[in-house]
C-alpha cells in the first residue's frame, strides 16, 4: 500500500481505548487552503499587561525570576478569568444522578517571556531553563499549600486555534481538587502494563523507539509485505531526554519528550537536567516551525498525581511533555465517534521533522 493509500487505526499503546485513524489519503481531497494565523513578533505592545512596564495593569505577581540584565524574566500572576478559585466554598451536593463538588483550585498565568512576540524555539536555552525551572518550584509549592489540590496541570496555549486568549507569549497553571480523566487513564493502563510485564510501559517505549526493528511477511510468498524501524520515531535526543513522533499520533505533527531513564514526578527532575531538558525543547520546537511554520499549538506537561487513587505509581507512570499543534479542526466524526483523523502518517511526519535543517 502506497503512502497516500495508508488507511489503518492504530490504538494508543499507553491507553488502548485511545485510537486514531491513518488515513492518508484524506489529505488529497479538495479543500480551501487556509492561510496561516498571522502571529504578532512585535517585542513590546504599550496595551499589552504582559509586557515590561506594564506591570502594575495585572493583579499582584506570586513571584518573579530575574534576568541577567536585572529586570524579570518570568513572572508568575494569578489567572484574572480562572476556571477555578478559592475566593469562596460552595457545597457539594448529589440531586439523583447529579452532583457537584466544589470548584476548588488555583488558575495562575506564567509570562514566560517579557518580548511580546517570542516564539519558544526564539528563546535562548538558558531563558528555557528559568521556565521550566519555574514551572517546577510552582507546581511543588501548591502541592505543598493544600492537601485538597489532587493534580496540578502546566499547559501552553499557543495561538487562536489553540486557545490563546493574548498574543503575549504564556502559559499557565491549574491547581485542582481532582485528577484529569486523561491522566487517570495514562496512571491505570501504565499500573496494569507494569503488573503484568513488572516494567514501565514508557520506559519500554523508548527502549523500542532506540532499538526495535520488525519485518512482515507475506505467508504465502515470503515476501515483505511491510518493515517497521521503531527508531524512525526518534525526533531529538540528548544525553537525559528524548523526543519521539507517537506511533498513534493524534494529531499530524504531534510529538512527545520524555526523560531517557525512568522519572515518575517533573518534580523530582535533578538541577543539572534543567539545561539538557531546554535544550531538547528549544530544538524540537524549531523543527516544528521550520516544517510547519507559524503553527497554533497546544503542550501540557504530564506527571503521576499527588492525591487521589491516581497516588503511588512511581514505579509505572513516567512523565512527559505532549507538544500538540493544531494543523486542523476536528470534524463531526472525530467529535461523534472520539477517533481522531490523522492525514499524514507518523512516519512520513517523523522523517520530516528529523530532517529539518537547524540553525546552529
Not at 266 to 287: G, S, V
Not at 307 to 328: D, K, M, N
Amino acid at each position: 500500500m502506497s503512502e497516500l493509500e495508508t488507511r489503518e487505526i492504530r490504538l494508543n499503546p499507553i491507553v488502548p481505548t485511545e485510537s486514531v485513524l491513518v488515513a492518508t489519503a484524506r489529505s488529497m481531497r479538495p479543500k480551501k487552503a487556509e492561510d496561516l494565523a498571522p502571529r504578532d513578533t512585535r517585542k513590546h505592545v504599550e496595551t499589552c499587561p504582559f509586557c515590561r512596564g506594564n506591570e502594575a495593569k495585572t493583579p499582584p505577581e506570586l513571584f518573579r525570576m530575574e534576568a541577567e540584565d536585572g529586570n524579570w524574566a518570568v513572572r508568575l500572576v494569578p489567572n484574572l478569568y480562572p476556571v477555578l478559585g478559592d475566593d469562596r466554598e460552595n457545597t457539594n451536593f448529589t440531586f439523583g444522578l447529579q452532583q457537584t463538588i466544589d470548584g476548588y483550585g488555583r488558575h495562575e498565568v506564567f509570562v514566560d517571556h517579557p518580548d511580546h512576540g517570542a516564539a519558544i524555539h526564539e528563546m535562548s536555552a538558558s531563558h528555557l531553563e528559568k521556565v521550566f525551572r519555574a514551572y517546577r518550584m510552582r507546581m511543588a509549592q501548591l502541592y505543598e499549600s493544600d492537601p485538597r489540590l489532587k493534580y496540578v496541570l502546566v499547559f501552553k496555549n499557543f495561538g487562536p486555534a489553540a486557545g490563546a486568549s493574548i498574543p503575549h507569549t504564556h502559559s499557565q497553571i491549574i491547581a485542582m481538587p481532582v485528577v484529569p480523566e486523561n491522566v487517570q487513564a495514562e496512571v491505570i493502563n501504565s499500573a496494569e502494563y507494569f503488573r503484568k510485564h513488572h516494567r514501565c510501559i514508557f520506559c519500554a517505549l523508548v527502549d523500542e523507539a532506540l532499538t526495535f526493528e520488525a519485518t512482515i511477511y507475506d505467508r504465502a510468498s515470503g515476501e515483505i509485505r511491510r518493515k517497521i524501524d521503531v527508531g524512525q520515531y526518534v525526533i531529538e535526543r540528548s544525553q537525559h531526554f528524548i523526543a519521539i513522533k507517537p506511533f498513534a499520533s493524534r494529531f499530524e505533527w504531534e510529538v512527545h519528550i520524555l526523560p531517557l531513564v525512568h522519572q515518575a514526578d517533573f518534580l523530582d527532575t535533578p538541577e543539572d537536567w534543567l539545561p539538557d531538558l531546554a535544550r531538547i525543547m528549544k530544538r524540537t520546537m524549531a523543527r516544528l516551525d521550520a516544517v510547519i511554520g507559524g503553527a497554533q499549538y497546544n503542550f501540557f506537561l504530564h506527571s503521576v498525581p499527588h492525591g487521589g487513587p491516581a497516588e503511588g505509581h512511581a514505579a509505572s507512570y513516567h512523565w512527559h511533555l505532549e507538544i500538540c499543534p493544531r494543523t486542523s479542526i476536528p470534524t463531526g466524526f472525530e467529535l461523534g465517534s472520539g477517533l481522531f483523523v490523522n492525514t499524514i502518517s507518523p512516519e512520513a511526519a517523523a522523517k520530516k521533522l528529523r530532517e529539518a535543517e537547524l540553525e546552529e
